[in-house]
Every structure is written in structure tokens, then in C-alpha cells.
């Protein structure tokens, strides 16, 4: 994608053919193109989780396009600053945040066993009951067969 900018990036790199702006430069303008939360979160996210952009580049970023479309990159940037990892989890969170039944939960934590081995780190751990929660999107086979993007969300 082409875009005109009324400051150049920084930290764009050349290319054989042309300049190309950094990865942090891409999320944001990527970003303010949408108009939903979901496919933000996910692009901050994977830029984040992947090593494509770091926080401190990716705020810079944001920064210097002020507050122009930026209110959905700002807000999926600080669930990641937050310790957000997907958009998935991003919306568990949401979901559960104003919950008066469920208890609170730790987010992303550093689990150990009794031995004081490392455990996997789940999305989230209930404490009191000692239950792990993880989100994930996993597309049904029907819906790959008969060519319909249908999604089933599943927890564990």
C-alpha cells in the first residue's frame, strides 16, 4: 500500500525498488484504515508478539498521528501494554472484566508447580479454584469444506 504522510518514517528502510516505512509506521496506518476493534487487536497484537514492532516504537507511532483515527490503535495498544497477548483474549477479558460471579483472575501469569518446575501460562488462572482459562478461535472442518468462513470460539 501506498499512503502519503506529512512526516517521513524515521526508521523506514530502502529497498531495490523504494523506501519502505517501519514495521511500527505499517501497524498504526494499517490500524487507522479500520473501523472495527477485533481485526486491530489482532494486528497490534501479532506485530507485538512476533517482534515486528516493539511498544516503545509502536506508542511513537501513535504518538505522532496524534488523534487522527487513532482511537481503536490506542486502545488495543493499551490492552497489550496491559499484558493483552491476542484479540482473542483481548475480548475474553472484556467479556469477563464486569463479572460479579466470576472471581478475579490473574492474566497471563508466571505458574509454577509444587516442585517448582514452570508451568505453561495460561491466558488466565482462577486462583481460589486453581482453573486455567485459555481462548482460541479454531475454524470447524464443516465450514472449511463447504467454503463458509464460520468460526467457533471454544475455551479450555
Not at 501506498?2 to 528502510?13: E, S, V
Not at 490492552?79 to 460471579?101: I, N, Q
Request: charged fraction near 30%.
Amino acid at each position: 500500500m501506498i499512503a502519503r504522510a506529512l512526516a517521513l518514517d524515521d526508521r523506514a528502510r530502502q529497498t531495490a525498488l523504494h523506501p519502505v516505512c517501519s514495521p511500527a509506521r505499517a501497524v498504526v496506518d494499517a490500524a487507522r484504515g479500520l473501523r472495527k476493534l477485533r481485526p486491530v487487536r489482532a494486528i497490534v497484537a501479532e506485530a507485538v508478539q512476533r517482534g515486528y514492532a516493539d511498544l516503545p516504537a509502536l506508542d511513537e507511532e501513535i504518538r505522532r498521528a496524534r488523534r487522527s483515527r487513532t482511537s481503536l490503535v490506542r486502545r488495543a495498544f493499551a490492552e497489550v501494554v496491559d499484558g493483552t497477548r491476542s484479540a482473542p483474549e483481548a475480548e475474553l477479558r472484556e467479556c469477563l472484566a464486569g463479572s460479579r460471579v466470576v472471581p478475579e483472575i490473574r492474566w497471563n501469569p508466571r505458574l509454577v508447580s509444587g516442585d517448582g518446575a514452570t508451568l505453561p501460562t495460561p491466558d488466565g488462572y482462577l486462583a481460589d479454584a486453581a482453573v486455567a482459562l485459555e481462548w482460541t478461535r479454531r475454524s470447524s472442518t464443516s465450514a472449511r469444506a463447504t467454503g463458509r468462513g464460520r468460526w467457533t470460539g471454544t475455551t479450555s
